[in-house]
Every structure is written in structure tokens, then in C-alpha cells.
């Protein structure tokens, strides 16, 4: 991503000469802003549809084994459970994403758009923090909750009679959710807040 003062100077690089016009103003300083704002709008709401899609997988992969496999208590009541843990996140990142989909810029002042960034900023950080302490109880749970599922419906005698391979699985599973995890949270939280926090900078040393 160039850097402000980089886009300033291949404005007015580009800009034929035109007397005592000033090359770079107001409005083009905004343009500027408003264009790095959606690029970035882009991003975050890229790992909402994606995350919002495994939720929907989800929970078709429970509905789906609680109604077959209903009969079994045990199986019903960990499909129960997993819908239990999975909907209060569901439910919140469809409240915050909504918050910040239907958040209007009103003008195209710098103050207005100081204050959108700053608000959306503040949204997409306070989401990222719930997340990540979510994520240390959400992901642990369905992945054991998905393991002893899987060896009790598909391996006679279930996780008792395998404990050593439903052990090696939960912690194949853990690892590769982490790496999954840590590359999401750096494409979709960490450089977009980085980004907000550099198009405020921006605004505060233009002031």
C-alpha cells in the first residue's frame, strides 16, 4: 500500500501545469482517503462471507448428524452443544459487520470521514478483540467435539478404544486451526487496523 505523501507525489507528477493551482487540495487529499477506506471495507468484509459460509457448514454438518444419528444420546447431545458454542459467535459477528455495513459516510468533509474511519476502526478492533478470546474457547471445542463424533460414529468402540489416535487427531486438528487462524487474523484484522490507523495518521499530520 503506498504511502500517502508516495500518492501525493505521483499526483502531482501526473498533473499538467496550471499556474497558481494548487496541485494537491481538499478534495483530492479526500479522494485519496475514501479510496484507501473501500479497498480496505473490501477486505473486512471478505472474512465475514467467508467465516459466515463455515458457520452455515456448520451447523448443515450437525443438523445433519443429530437428525441420523439422533437415537445415540451422546451424539445428539454434542451436536446439541456444538450448535450451543457456535451460535453466540454467528450471532455477534452478524451484529458487528452490521454495524459496520450499514455505517454511511455523512458529507465529504474531512472531519466526516476522519470520523467514519475512526468509528469503523474502533468497530473492526473491538470484533478483533472479542475474537480472539473466543477463539481460544470456540476452537478447542468443536474440534474435540468434531473428533469424538467422528470415532464414535466411524470406528467401532469409538474414542475409548482409540484414545492414542483421537489424541494425535485433536492435536493435528488444533495446529492446523491455529495456522489458519494466525494467517486470518493478519490478512483481515491486523493490516486493516494498521491501515485505519494509518489513514488517521494521515489526517492528523495533513491537520
Same mark, same amino acid.
Given at each position: 500500500?503506498?504511502?500517502?505523501?508516495?500518492?501525493?507525489?505521483?499526483?502531482?507528477?501526473?498533473?499538467?501545469?496550471?499556474?497558481?493551482?494548487?496541485?494537491?487540495?481538499?478534495?483530492?487529499?479526500?479522494?485519496?482517503?475514501?479510496?484507501?477506506?473501500?479497498?480496505?471495507?473490501?477486505?473486512?468484509?471478505?472474512?465475514?462471507?467467508?467465516?459466515?459460509?463455515?458457520?452455515?457448514?456448520?451447523?448443515?454438518?450437525?443438523?445433519?448428524? %443429530?437428525?441420523?444419528? =439422533? *437415537?445415540?444420546?451422546?451424539? +445428539? @447431545?454434542?451436536? /446439541?452443544?456444538? !450448535?450451543? $458454542?457456535?451460535?453466540?459467535?454467528?450471532?455477534?459477528?452478524?451484529?458487528?459487520?452490521?454495524?459496520?455495513?450499514?455505517?454511511?459516510?455523512?458529507?465529504?468533509?474531512?472531519?466526516?470521514?476522519?470520523?467514519?474511519?475512526?468509528?469503523?476502526?474502533?468497530?473492526?478492533?473491538?470484533?478483533?478483540?472479542?475474537?480472539?478470546?473466543?477463539?481460544?474457547?470456540?476452537?478447542?471445542?468443536?474440534?474435540?467435539?468434531?473428533?469424538?463424533?467422528?470415532?464414535?460414529?466411524?470406528?467401532?468402540?469409538?474414542?475409548? %478404544?482409540?484414545?492414542? =489416535? *483421537?489424541?494425535?487427531?485433536? +492435536? @493435528?486438528?488444533? /495446529?492446523?486451526? !491455529?495456522? $489458519?487462524?494466525?494467517?486470518?487474523?493478519?490478512?483481515?484484522?491486523?493490516?486493516?487496523?494498521?491501515?485505519?490507523?494509518?489513514?488517521?495518521?494521515?489526517?492528523?499530520?495533513?491537520?
Amino acid at each position: 500500500m503506498p504511502t500517502l505523501d508516495e500518492l501525493k507525489q505521483k499526483w502531482n507528477a501526473e498533473q499538467p501545469a496550471f499556474g497558481s493551482a494548487d496541485p494537491y487540495n481538499a478534495a483530492t487529499f479526500n479522494h485519496i482517503i475514501r479510496t484507501r477506506m473501500k479497498k480496505q471495507n473490501n477486505s473486512i468484509f471478505r472474512y465475514f462471507w467467508a467465516t459466515f459460509t463455515l458457520h452455515i457448514i456448520v451447523y448443515a454438518l450437525l443438523s445433519h448428524v %443429530a437428525i441420523r444419528y =439422533g *437415537a445415540d444420546t451422546d451424539v +445428539l @447431545l454434542l451436536s /446439541l452443544f456444538g !450448535f450451543g $458454542v457456535t451460535v453466540p459467535f454467528t450471532a455477534i459477528m452478524l451484529r458487528r459487520y452490521k454495524q459496520m455495513a450499514v455505517a454511511k459516510l455523512n458529507g465529504t468533509s474531512g472531519a466526516s470521514i476522519y470520523t467514519y474511519v475512526s468509528e469503523q476502526r474502533s468497530r473492526l478492533a473491538g470484533f478483533y478483540t472479542f475474537k480472539k478470546r473466543y477463539d481460544l474457547g470456540l476452537i478447542p471445542l468443536l474440534s474435540a467435539i468434531g473428533v469424538i463424533l467422528v470415532f464414535n460414529l466411524y470406528f467401532p468402540g469409538g474414542v475409548l %478404544a482409540f484414545p492414542t =489416535g *483421537a489424541i494425535v487427531t485433536y +492435536l @493435528l486438528t488444533l /495446529l492446523s486451526c !491455529f495456522l $489458519v487462524i494466525r494467517n486470518e487474523n493478519k490478512k483481515y484484522f491486523l493490516r486493516p487496523l494498521q491501515e485505519l490507523q494509518a489513514i488517521l495518521d494521515d489526517y492528523r499530520s495533513a491537520g
